[in-house]
C-alpha cells in the first residue's frame, strides 16, 4: 500500500513538475522553508512540493494532477495571514503559491474597475489605481507583502471598513480554479448582476477551501482630493464612541478610518519600532487614529475637523489631539498603529483574538474581557485595540513582562491559550459577537467555531464543501 501510494505521489509531483518547468517549483529544504512557516510562528508546515505557477493554465494543471492523485493542495498568497490558513500540514501536500501570477490585466477608468491577477500584491494595485487617479481603499498593516487572492480568500478587512466596507463588497468578478481543476471564469465587471445564485461570494472569505482563486475585477473608486488625519487622546473607550458618532455628523459622513489604541500599544511601539515618536506630549490611556476623507479642494474639511475636535473637547471627550500638517507626519501616524503587531513580538509569548461585536457594545467587551484575564492571568498585558468603528476589537495578550526571553515563562503563558479563549469568546458571543471578525478561521479557531456557529449554519458549510470539494483536498483541515 505504502508503494503504491510513494509512486502515485512521485508520479504525480513529476507531472506537476513537467508542467510548471523549472522556474515553477521547488523542493529544496531551504527554499521551502519561508512558505512553510507561518507569520506568528505557531505551525510549521510539511510540503512535498512549493509550485510557483505563473497562468491560470498552470494553476488549473497542478489541481487537476493534485486532484487524480488525491493529494492535498494549499493555495497560499503572502503568507501574512494570522490564522494558520496558508499551513500545509501533511508531507505529501502540494503548496501553491500565487506570487508569480502578479500582472494588472486591464483597468476600466470608465467602469471603475480593475482587474488582477491574484497574486498580485495589495500595494502594488493601489498604486496602480492611484496612476490612473483612483482609489483601491482596501489598506492593511500587511499591504506591502499580502496577496490581493489572500485578502479575497480571508475577506480582509482593515482600516477603511467604515467607508467602503471589507474585501467582499469590494470585487466584481472572480476567475477561480476548481478543485476537479476545471477553471470557473466568473471575471464579469457588472454593477448589476442577478441571474440567480452569485457564486463569486462563496470564493470570498472560504479561505482557499473550495478552489484556488487565480484573478478578479476589482471595484475601484474616485480618489478623494483632501485627506485629513488626527491623533486623539481620550479618556477611555465609551468616549470614542460619542466622538465617532459626533465626527461622522460634522464631516458629512466623511470618516474612513476611525482607530482605537490604549497607551500599552504606544509603549510597546516607542519600545521596539525605531524612530517611532510619541506625537502628544502628555500620556493619555487611550487613543483615536481618525481619517476624514473628501472631495473639497479648498481646505474646508480641515477647518470643520478643527471645529469638531475643539467642540467634543469642550464637551469633555477628548484631552488633546494632533491633526497632521502633512504627508510625512500623516504616514508618522499610521506607521505608529500599524506597527502594534511587529512590536508585540519580542515582548514575548502572545495570545491573540480578533472578535467583532455591535460597536455600542465595544467599551464592555473591553472592560468585561479585560477584568476576566486580568483575573486568569495575574500580570497579564492586555492590547484592546483596532477597528472600533467596526465593532472590531483585536483583544490580544502579551504574556507578563519580564519574561520574554524566558522559554518557561513563554510556554507557560501560551499553554493558557484555550481556557483565555473560552473567556474570551464566551464574553464575546454573550455580547452577540463574532470570534472572527476579519481574520478567518484557518487552523486557529477550527476546533471552537462548532461551538459559536450553528449546527444548521455548519451543516450548511460542509454540504457546500462536499459539493465542491467531495474528495477533500483543498486546503484540508482548515475551517471545517
Ligand atoms: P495568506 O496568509 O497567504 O493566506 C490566507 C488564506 O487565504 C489561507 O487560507 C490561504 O490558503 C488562502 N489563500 C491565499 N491565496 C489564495 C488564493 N489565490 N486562492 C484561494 N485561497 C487563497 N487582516 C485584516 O483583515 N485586517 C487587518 O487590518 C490586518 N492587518 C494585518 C497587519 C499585519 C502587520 C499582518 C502581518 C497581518 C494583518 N492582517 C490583517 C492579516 C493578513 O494580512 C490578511 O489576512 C491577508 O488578507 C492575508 O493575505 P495573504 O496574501 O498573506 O494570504
Ligand atoms: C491589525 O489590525 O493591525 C491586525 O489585524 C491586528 C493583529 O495583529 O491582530
Ligand atoms: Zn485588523
Not at 105 to 124: F, H, K, Q, S, W
Not at 174 to 199: H, S
Amino acid at each position: 500500500m505504502a508503494t503504491i501510494a510513494a509512486t502515485r505521489l512521485a508520479e504525480a509531483l513529476a507531472r506537476i513538475k513537467a508542467v510548471l518547468g523549472p522556474k515553477g517549483w521547488t523542493a529544496e529544504p531551504a527554499e521551502m522553508a519561508p512558505y512553510l512557516a507561518d507569520e506568528r510562528r505557531l505551525w510549521q508546515g510539511r510540503a512535498a512540493l512549493v509550485c510557483l505557477p505563473a497562468s491560470t493554465k498552470e494553476v488549473a494543471a497542478i489541481v487537476q494532477i493534485g486532484a487524480e492523485a488525491r493529494l492535498p493542495i494549499v493555495p497560499q498568497g503572502g503568507n501574512t495571514g494570522m490564522c494558520g490558513g496558508a499551513v500545509p500540514q501533511s508531507p505529501d501536500t502540494v503548496l501553491v503559491n500565487l506570487r508569480r501570477m502578479n500582472r494588472i490585466r486591464a483597468l476600466d477608468r470608465l467602469n471603475d474597475a480593475i482587474t488582477v491577477e491574484a497574486g498580485c500584491v495589495l500595494a502594488d494595485i493601489q498604486n496602480a489605481a492611484e496612476d490612473a487617479d483612483r482609489l483601491f481603499p482596501l489598506s492593511l498593516g500587511a499591504e506591502g507583502s499580502c496577496q490581493i487572492g489572500g485578502n479575497l480568500s480571508t475577506n480582509a478587512g482593515g482600516v477603511n471598513v467604515l467607508r467602503y466596507g471589507m474585501t467582499r463588497e469590494l470585487v466584481l468578478g472572480l476567475e477561480v480554479v476548481l478543485p476537479d481543476g476545471r477553471v470557473w471564469d466568473g471575471l464579469g465587471a457588472l454593477r448589476k448582476d442577478n441571474t440567480g445564485y452569485d457564486l463569486k461570494h462563496l470564493f470570498l472569505g472560504a479561505e482557499g477551501t473550495l478552489g484556488v482563486i487565480t484573478a478578479a475585477v476589482l471595484k475601484l473608486f474616485a480618489r478623494p482630493r483632501t485627506v485629513e488625519t488626527a491623533l486623539i487622546g481620550i479618556r477611555d473607550p465609551a468616549a470614542a464612541l460619542e466622538l465617532l458618532a459626533r465626527a461622522r455628523a460634522d464631516s458629512g459622513d466623511t470618516v474612513v478610518a476611525f482607530e482605537l489604541v490604549p497607551r500599552a500599544c504606544f509603549d510597546f511601539v516607542l519600545r521596539h519600532i525605531p524612530g517611532a515618536v510619541d506625537p502628544l506630549a502628555a500620556r493619555h490611556d487611550w487613543y483615536v487614529l481618525m481619517e476624514w476623507a473628501g472631495g473639497d479642494l479648498g481646505g474646508a474639511l480641515r477647518e470643520r475637523m478643527e471645529a469638531s475636535l475643539g467642540e467634543a473637547a469642550e464637551a469633555g471627550l477628548l484631552r488633546d489631539a494632533t491633526i497632521a500638517a502633512s504627508d510625512e507626519q500623516r504616514n508618522a501616524l499610521w506607521r505608529l498603529r500599524d506597527s502594534i503587531t511587529e512590536s508585540q513580538k519580542p515582548e514575548g509569548a502572545s495570545i491573540k483574538h480578533d472578535v467583532a461585536v455591535p460597536v455600542s457594545r465595544v467599551p464592555e467587551f473591553i472592560s468585561r474581557a479585560t477584568a476576566a484575564v486580568e483575573r486568569e492571568v495575574p500580570g497579564v498585558r492586555v492590547l484592546a485595540f483596532g477597528h472600533v468603528g467596526d465593532g472590531n476589537i483585536h483583544f490580544n495578550l502579551s504574556q507578563p513582562a519580564g519574561g520574554a526571553q524566558d522559554q518557561a515563562a513563554r510556554t507557560a503563558f501560551t499553554a493558557r491559550t484555550h481556557d483565555i479563549n473560552a473567556i474570551v469568546h464566551t464574553i464575546t458571543a454573550e455580547l452577540g459577537g463574532s470570534i472572527s471578525a476579519e481574520h478567518g478561521i484557518g487552523l486557529l479557531k477550527r476546533a471552537e467555531l462548532p461551538h459559536y456557529k450553528s449546527a444548521i449554519g455548519l451543516d450548511l458549510m460542509r454540504t457546500l464543501k462536499r459539493a465542491f470539494d467531495p474528495h477533500g483536498i483543498m486546503n484540508p483541515g482548515k475551517v471545517l
